[in-house]
C-alpha cells in the first residue's frame, strides 16, 4: 500500500521540476534581449544648499525722459520731429505761433522807450534844479520834489526793462528744444492744435540710461540693500542678465504695501525701454538635492531621470524638480541623497540598460 502512494508522489515532483525549468528559460532569454550595455557618465547625489529665489515682474525704463510741453498758449505752428528720431540736446523740436508774444514785446519796447524819455526829462530836472539848489536858488521843498520825481522815474524805467526782458523771454519759449539727447518715444500732438501749459506735445528719453523697475513686498525688501544682485530674465533669453540693486525707495505704496526698488543693468545688455523682465532676488539658502540640468529628461510627457541601481541598471524614474540656476536644476522629490543618475542622458538609453559608467562625480 505505501509503494502505490509513493509513486504518484514523486510523479508529481518531477513534473513540477520540469514546468520550473521551462519557466525559467525564457525568462533569461527575455532578459538577455531587452537588456543593452550603454556607456555614459554617472553622477552622485549629495545635498547642497539651494539659494531661495523670491521673483516679481518689472519693467525697464528711462532715468532720463521728459514732457515736454510750452509755456505758451499758442497754436503749434510746426513740429520738427517724428517718433523714433533720436535728437541731440538743444535741437529743435517744435515751435508755438508767437503773435501774441510778438504783440507784447512790442508793447512791452513802447513803454520802455516812455520810460526812458520820461527819465530823461527827469533827469534834466534834477540836475538843473540841483545846481539852483545849491546855490540856494530855490527851497528845500522844492528840491525834495524834483528828487523824488526823478527817483520814480528811474524805477519806471527799470519796470519798463524788466517788462521788455519777460517779453523777450516768453518769445523764446514760443521755439522748444530738447533738454538733454534722447529718443522721441511719443507725439501728443499736431501742427495746427492748441498747446497749453502742463500739456506735453512730445515725450522724450534717453536710452543710454535704464533701469529696471519693480515692487516687492516688506519681506523682500528687509533682505536687499543698495549693490545686492538682482537675475534679470527676458521673454526669449536662455540666459538672465545680473543687474544690481541701486536705489530701494523707502515709502510704500498706500494701495499695493509693496516698495519700489530700482536696479541698474549690466553693460552690454540689450534690453529697450518699455520692455517686461522678470527679477529674481536671493533671500537666503535652504538644503536641498541638484542634478545637473542635462539629466532631467521628458520622456512621454513624464520628467525624470535616470537612476543607476547597484547592479549598474538603468531606470527612469519621475522627479518633480524647481528652479535651474548655475546648470543645476532642483529635485523637490524624486530622488534621494547617495543615488547615482546619469548626466547627460544618451538618447538611446532605456529603462533596463546596462550603464557602464564613462566617469563619475559628486553633484
Known amino acids: 500500500m505505501n509503494h502505490l502512494l509513493a509513486k504518484p508522489i514523486v510523479i508529481a515532483v518531477a513534473a513540477m521540476l520540469l514546468l520550473a525549468g521551462c519557466s525559467e528559460k525564457p525568462a533569461d532569454h527575455a532578459a538577455t534581449e531587452v537588456t543593452n550595455t550603454v556607456k555614459a557618465n554617472v553622477v552622485l547625489v549629495n545635498p547642497g544648499n539651494t539659494a531661495i529665489i523670491v521673483t516679481a515682474p518689472g519693467n525697464v525704463v528711462a532715468q532720463q525722459q521728459a514732457q515736454i510741453a510750452s509755456r505758451l498758449m499758442g497754436f503749434i505752428r510746426e513740429i520738427n520731429v517724428d517718433v523714433g528720431q533720436k535728437v541731440k540736446a538743444g535741437q529743435r523740436l517744435f515751435s508755438v505761433d508767437p503773435a501774441d508774444i510778438q504783440g507784447q ?8 522807450a516812455q520810460a526812458r524819455a520820461a527819465l530823461a526829462d527827469a533827469r534834466n530836472d534834477y540836475e538843473r534844479f540841483g545846481a539852483l539848489y545849491k546855490e540856494e536858488a530855490i527851497p528845500k521843498a522844492q528840491w525834495d520834489k524834483i528828487r523824488l520825481q526823478y527817483q520814480i522815474a528811474q524805477q519806471q524805467a527799470a519796470a519798463a526793462q524788466a517788462g521788455v526782458n519777460t517779453a523777450n523771454a516768453q518769445m523764446r519759449y514760443a521755439t522748444l528744444t530738447a533738454p538733454f539727447a534722447g529718443i522721441i518715444t511719443q507725439k501728443l500732438a499736431n501742427v495746427g492744435d492748441l498747446a497749453a501749459p502742463g500739456h506735453p506735445v512730445l515725450m522724450l528719453e534717453n536710452p543710454d540710461k535704464l533701469q ?75 538644503s536641498s538635492l541638484r542634478v545637473p540640468a542635462s539629466a532631467v529628461l521628458d520622456r512621454a510627457g513624464i520628467t525624470g531621470v535616470f537612476v543607476v541601481d547597484r547592479q549598474n541598471i538603468a531606470h527612469y524614474r519621475m522627479v518633480r524638480v524647481g528652479d535651474t540656476s548655475n546648470g543645476l536644476t532642483d529635485i523637490q522629490s524624486g530622488l534621494s541623497t547617495g543615488e547615482r543618475v546619469v548626466s547627460p542622458a544618451p538618447a538611446n538609453l532605456q529603462s533596463g540598460d546596462k550603464v557602464v559608467s564613462s566617469g563619475a562625480g559628486n553633484v
Open 105 to 112: 514785446v512790442s508793447q512791452a519796447n513802447a513803454g520802455l
Open 212 to 286: 529696471v523697475q519693480t515692487q516687492v513686498s516688506a519681506d523682500v525688501y528687509a533682505h536687499l540693500q543698495p549693490g545686492s544682485p538682482a537675475s534679470l530674465s527676458v521673454g526669449g533669453q536662455t540666459t538672465a542678465l545680473t543687474g544690481k540693486v541701486a536705489q530701494l525707495v523707502p515709502a510704500a505704496d498706500p494701495m499695493s504695501r509693496t516698495y519700489q526698488v530700482k536696479i541698474d543693468l549690466p553693460a552690454g545688455h540689450t534690453l529697450k525701454s518699455g520692455m517686461f523682465v522678470q527679477v529674481g532676488f536671493a533671500i537666503g539658502e535652504r
